[in-house]
């Protein structure tokens, strides 16, 4: 296989940028996971239910989907936010297989109201800057996409600074390390837990509205994403969601090296070998604390 | 003689007579009796002819899953269809016999085509099925209709080996990829006979599905021989279905550079995917031949003027309504009815119910081996179905010997036929302008 500085270099950003949008659909399920220690796994189709936001708010408002990212972030918010309140503290406490029947459910109910609404036909939005590529040193970089890494980095950023230094990312911190203390310190949990499920579903619609500027959308756009994201949460060590942002930039660029080095077909094979690894020799992830039994 | 014996003799003889008239009496009645009983025997032994109500049709169709989009114009033909029989008056030699579609959703996945065969068959009682798309789950599914007795009619899935199985009760009103591989080579050669450009090296894209290896595997046969192919295979690209990224792979193919490559993609999201991803690496072959993912009205409205020159295998293009009055016909039908344009998937629903109302009428029955001799025994002209073949009829593996496909550029976003020459609408621009160029 022909590899050169250049292609290299194209192939190494090509993987962060894929990387950064695994990190964003990453960080929102693990910190699900995290709070409100539930695995979502109607994850991808709130991934895909926002690039259906995105997609009709530029097809009826003309609106790029950079501008209307936080028309989308709010109304995914508020979607999650509600998603926990009606039906997700239903399951909370209660056993794996019942919460996983939610999430699945749920799955199967986002899914078909699309298809029912909105049929099965792809979706594409065309933008203004979609054909523009810089050039650096024989690198070619597509614009759309060295543009969503950027803005995947600045809102990752953005809510490491919200969990770290407010008041409510520090509650969400505190209730995932421990609800009940956190009810003994006087945090209203049950408040948190829609917060924290809230959020973990808008860094999707923050997700969604980068893919949009170069991905089809499809009612099955959730299934192209999941199996990776897993593997990042694990990767990452479950319920850290610094640890989830790395290691999504690391397994986007070992998945878009593989398929150039070694085979396409491997593309998904070695992350999942590298998962099966970390399971056996490091199974709090590389960045997670050490599990005691 | 006395009166006396006149007497008697008078008596004998009315007497013979009384016996004769009673004999004569008996007689009849053992007869009547005889008849009687006959015919209240022959109603026992010989059951009724059942009435038939209705004629239950299973359709096998991927609605949810990556192909959904595919399988959601299935389900609007078939239904459609159906209701526009039933209006006409049903199937006749049935009494006017209703048609009923069953559809039910594989999901593209082989376990629920096999699980939802089975559920039409011995919940339903379906009285033949249609489906399902992919060869993936046409397999199993119509190894459930075999084991049942119930005639399949596959519709579109072409891999190679649903033929070549020995099943009895299975139809394939499409063709097989090993026609339809043929279709690309030979179009190819027919371009550069007619355009000088020469071919050197080629590439070939496939997903991992059964559908996709089976038409790359054709493809491999297909460019060994010296007559037809011959071409140096420069790269060879396989990857899963509906990827998340495709870049890798569009690098691959630029630093191998082919003059042509053929790629088969199912779901339209990864065939919309693939063109995007060529821009953005800023390459494009002379020719780059394709099918089903990129041959849909919806993939032109999400890549605009980026797939302009794809080369596509179809079944089905609307230059078809003006070569064929019944193209038009069902095609007009279809838009009214639908609100949606038609594509190879319902041109080929609507070819395999025309197919199975035939037999039907035929076998005025709905008995599974009179429906299956009916099946064996088709001969349609190709005045009757929408595809441009002689039409149809099925040798002893169950394969319609008539059916071809032809090829299409996108040219002004439209689908023109460039090949082959009888039915061309439009000149191919081969080699194609480069990204650049454009």
Request: net charge positive.
């Amino acid at each position: 296989m022909h590899l050169d500085l250049p292609i290299f270099l194209n192939l190494l950003m090509i993987g962060l940028f894929q990387g950064a949008i695994y990190s964003l659909i990453s960080m929102g399920l693990t910190l699900i996971f995290g709070t409100v220690k539930i695995v979502n796994f109607a994850h991808g189709d709130f991934l895909m239910l926002s690039g259906y936001f995105v997609f009709w708010i530029w097809a009826i408002l003309g609106l790029d989907p950079l501008i209307s990212l936080p028309i989308v972030f709010s109304a995914l918010f508020c979607l999650g936010y509600v998603t926990e309140r009606v039906l997700i503290k239903r399951v909370i406490g209660r056993p794996t297989h019942i919460q996983m029947l939610m999430t699945l459910g749920l799955s199967l109910v986002i899914q078909n109201l699309v298809i029912v609404f909105w049929k099965a036909d792809p979706r594409y939005v065309h933008t203004v800057y979609a054909d523009l590529r810089l050039e650096l040193g024989g690198v070619a970089i597509p614009f759309p996409r060295l543009l969503s890494f950027f803005v995947a980095m600045l809102f990752a950023l953005t809510l490491h600074l919200f969990l770290l230094k407010t008041t409510y990312g520090t509650a969400i911190r505190g209730t995932g390390q421990d609800p009940e203390a956190a009810h003994l310190m006087g945090i209203n949990v049950n408040k948190i837990y829609a917060l924290s499920f809230g959020l973990g579903i808008s860094c999707n619609a923050v997700a969604a509205t980068l893919l949009s500027t170069y991905f089809p959308l499809s009612p099955f756009l959730g299934a192209s994403f999941m199996v990776i994201t897993f593997i990042v949460i694990v990767l990452g060590g479950l319920g850290n969601y610094m640890g989830a942002f790395i290691a999504g930039l690391i397994l986007g660029t070992i998945e878009v090296l593989t398929a150039y080095m070694l085979s396409p077909l491997l593309r998904q094979t070695i992350p999942l070998v590298i998962f099966i690894l970390v399971l056996l020799l490091k199974p709090e992830g590389l960045f997670g604390r050490k599990l005691h039994r | 003689m006395s009166f006396g014996n006149v007497i008697v003799m008078r008596t004998i003889c009315t007497r013979k007579e009384a016996i004769t008239r009673i004999q004569g009496i008996i007689i009849v009645a053992v007869v009547v009796v005889a008849a009687v009983a006959g015919g209240i025997a022959w109603t026992f032994m010989t059951p009724p002819t059942p009435k038939v109500d209705e004629v239950r049709i299973g359709i096998l169709a991927p609605l949810t899953g990556a192909a959904a989009y595919f399988g959601d114009g299935m389900k609007a033909m078939a239904e459609l269809l159906a209701k526009k029989i039933n209006d006409e008056g049903g199937i006749k030699s049935l009494g006017g016999a209703k048609i009923k579609m069953i559809v039910a959703d594989t999901e593209g996945k082989p376990d629920v085509g096999k699980t939802q065969a089975r559920r039409l068959i011995t919940e339903n009682k379906v009285h033949l099925i249609i489906g399902a798309l992919h060869s993936g789950v046409t397999l199993p599914a119509a190894q459930e209709s075999e084991r049942s007795g119930i005639p399949f009619i596959c519709d579109a899935s072409s891999h190679v080996d649903l033929t070549r199985q020995g099943f009895k009760w299975f139809f394939r009103t499409w063709g097989s990829d090993a026609i339809f591989a043929r279709n690309y080579f030979e179009c190819l050669k027919w371009l550069q006979s007619k355009t000088g450009h020469k071919v050197k090296t080629i590439a070939f894209i496939s997903e991992e599905s059964l559908f996709g290896v089976g038409v790359a595997t054709e493809w491999e046969k297909l460019n060994i021989d010296p007559e037809l192919g011959g071409f140096k295979l420069v790269a060879y690209i396989r990857h899963p279905v509906s990827p998340a990224d495709v870049t890798s792979e569009a690098l691959t193919l630029k630093a191998a550079n082919p003059d042509v490559v053929l790629s088969v993609n199912t779901p339209m999201p990864d065939a919309i995917l693939w063109t995007k991803t060529l821009k953005s690496v800023d390459f494009f072959p002379k020719a780059f031949m394709t099918t089903a993912g990129f041959i849909f009205p919806e993939y032109v409205s999400s890549v605009g003027k980026d797939g302009e020159h794809i080369i596509g295998r179809e079944g089905w293009s609307i230059d078809l309504t003006v070569r064929k009055p019944i193209a038009k016909e069902i095609n007009d039908w279809f838009k009214k009815e639908a609100n949606r344009d038609m594509h190879v998937y319902t041109m080929q629903m609507h070819t395999t119910i025309v197919v199975a109302r035939d037999a039907l009428e035929r076998a005025a029955s709905v008995d599974p081996e009179k429906l299956r001799q009916a099946l064996a025994n088709t001969d349609i002209p190709g005045d009757k179905i929408i595809p441009p073949w002689k039409g149809v009829k099925f040798d002893n593996t169950g394969q319609n010997i008539y059916a071809n496909n032809f090829m299409v550029q996108l040219t002004k976003g439209v689908y023109r036929a460039i090949w082959p020459e009888e039915i061309a609408t439009v000149p191919p621009v081969f080699p194609a302008p480069t990204w650049k160029e454009r």
